[in-house]
């Protein structure tokens, strides 16, 4: 499994905010980013679901200063998962998933 350190990743372009802005356009989409953070030598799980170009994490508290960082602690993405909104108990709304962190920068792999 390819995993993407996020502080070598987000000198060159920030994620994150890239991946919002692709969701702002596409709003029938949940983008859901799987990884974990760096924390005192241990892994933590960190989830970061992107819809209608915000970002929202079930794990962690995020920033929600357009100026920072949406996670100010450094963190490694190991997975990201589409699926079709809105999400129902009964139906798998799942599309594709990738471990590449810049699969999703493209439009195209968001249909």
Known sequence: M???????????????????????????????LEG??????????????????????????????????VIALTYILTNFKLYEAPLTETEDNFIRENQNSVFFLNEENWI
């Open 2 to 32: 390819e995993e993407t350190l996020a502080s070598q990743t987000m000198e060159e372009i920030d994620l994150i905010n890239n991946l919002e802005k692709i969701s702002s356009e596409i709003p029938n989409r949940i983008l859901k």
């Open 36 to 69: 974990f953070i760096l924390k005192e030598k241990q892994k933590e799980q960190l989830e970061i679901l992107i819809f209608k170009g915000f970002s929202s994490s079930t794990t962690h508290p995020i920033e929600i200063d357009l100026e920072k960082k």
